[in-house]
């Protein structure tokens, strides 16, 4: 069973900052990856997606996320981040057969202090 | 293009009580997902729905039940609603059964069991 790992509950940092999120995943074939973020009472947002090629990819709002097979990793990365950044960032998996069912980290609330 | 839509936003209901969710996809697309998210168990799918019938589900009693209509709108119900259902219930749609999709997720239907 495919499986994701956030393994930081909270980060707080500088506004200007750099940031990086970590994301290890399970599963047994090239995974379809996803980071999505969650402002208070809202839904979720789409930030990016990998599905195959450049392992680097870019999302939107600057963040960009790098595939590491080795690693099992999807780490979520900003270079300077911005108070509208604080909110909550959810890793995800996808299926091989199809993203109708999508298994979610836990989740890494991010605050931004000025 | 309008996004995932999601009615009502907010209900209360008490013990033993049960409850209608509606959620309207992206238009063009035909399936249809739903997750429950709660602060213990964070983000968990429920069930997908595709061409009006259940193609996916989750790990959850029988109490849990959806549909979806020839149009591709869904809803989920609940009946004999326990205070562990209070929950935001996301709903999430994408174009189609395959791979390479994505889904996009409304703001949720936050509901209180009382």
């Known amino acids: 069973a495919q499986s994701v790992t956030q393994p930081d509950i909270h980060i707080t940092v500088s506004e200007g900052a750099s940031l990086e999120l970590r994301c290890n995943y399970s599963?047994?074939?090239?995974?379809?990856l996803f980071w999505y973020v969650q402002s208070p009472g809202q839904g979720l947002q789409l930030l990016l997606k990998?599905?195959?090629?450049?392992?680097l990819v870019q999302g939107i709002k600057g963040f960009e996320a790098e595939f590491k097979r080795s690693q099992s990793s999807f780490n979520l990365r900003k270079p300077s981040v911005h108070w509208s950044d604080a909110a909550e960032y959810f890793c995800?998996?996808?299926?091989?057969?199809?993203?109708?069912?999508?298994?979610f980290g836990t989740g890494t609330r991010l605050t931004i202090i000025p | 293009k309008a996004g995932v839509t999601q009615t009502p936003r907010y209900l209360i209901k008490t013990r033993g009580q049960q409850v209608t969710l509606s959620c309207s996809p992206i238009s063009g697309h035909r399936s249809v997902s739903w997750y429950q998210q709660t602060p213990g168990q964070g983000l968990q799918f429920l069930f997908e729905y595709f061409s009006e019938t259940q193609r996916n589900k989750g790990n959850f009693p029988g109490r849990f039940s959806g549909r979806q209509f020839s149009n591709s709108r869904s809803e989920m119900n609940v009946s004999t609603l326990e205070l562990g259902d209070s929950a935001l219930y996301l709903c999430?749609?994408?174009?189609?059964?395959?791979?390479?999709?994505?889904?996009?997720f409304g703001p949720g239907t936050r509901l209180l069991v009382l």
């Open positions: 995800a998996v996808g299926a091989i057969l199809g993203n109708e069912k999508l298994t």
């Open positions: 999430a749609s994408c174009r189609n059964r395959a791979t390479q999709e994505t889904q996009y």
């Open positions: 599963y047994g074939a090239t995974p379809y």
């Open positions: 990998y599905f195959s090629g450049d392992t």
